[in-house]
């Protein structure tokens, strides 16, 4: 199987603007998929009751046996990344029905196959590339940024609730230049 790949910081933005421009409500959808590294069926299952707007906190239920999470919504200069103004601009639009955050106007649950609709939508106009129209780009986005920001493999692992750490290991996965990069650094350094 081809790993996907994870999106550039660009891609990640014309995605959220694009999503943005259409509805606050997608722009919610996968601007918490991202920050949390949400699959299509946990970003669709979100319930009203997982958010707690007076300490900013989401409870998350992850599925493939994984983590229940609770994450802090965060706040963010960059509008597009900001979680908590978002949240508030949904919560304001929202349709009082049902007891999901992203609620069908019947009341029910999204579908993963609704959300993956939606994004391949957003992601089309966005121009990404066909192989990035997923929505689990958002969590291999996530994954690969922790990771290049230099958080070690537990916290990456935590972050995006996976309940076995060879799940995660694969976002450390390096070429064999890159490990012998390494290896000539630690030589070049060592003392003498």
Not at 165 to 182: G, K, L, M, N, P
Request: charged share 25%; glycine share 4%; with cysteine.
């Amino acid at each position: 199987m081809k790993a996907m790949s994870p999106l550039t910081r660009k891609e990640l933005l014309a995605v959220l603007q694009a999503a943005r421009e259409s509805s606050v409500r997608g722009h919610c959808i996968f601007l918490l998929a991202y920050a949390h590294g949400l699959r299509a069926t946990e970003t669709a299952q979100l319930r009203l009751a997982d958010l707690n707007v007076k300490d900013w906190t989401l409870r998350i239920e992850r599925l493939k046996r994984s983590k229940v999470t609770t994450q802090t919504l965060s706040p963010n200069s960059e509008r597009l990344l900001d979680e908590r103004k978002a949240l508030r601009a949904w919560l304001d639009a929202r349709p009082n029905f049902g007891p999901y955050l992203f609620s069908k106007p019947n009341g029910g649950c999204l579908s993963r196959i609704q959300v993956y609709r939606l994004f391949r939508q957003y992601a089309k106009v966005a121009g990404l590339p066909d192989a990035k129209r997923s929505p689990h780009a958002l969590k291999h986005t996530l994954g690969q940024d922790l990771v290049n920001g230099k958080w070690d493999l537990a916290r990456v692992q935590a972050a995006l609730g996976h309940a076995s750490i060879s799940s995660t290991a694969h976002y450390f996965a390096v070429s064999d230049s890159q490990a012998d990069e390494a290896r000539q650094s630690v030589l070049m350094s060592a003392p003498r």
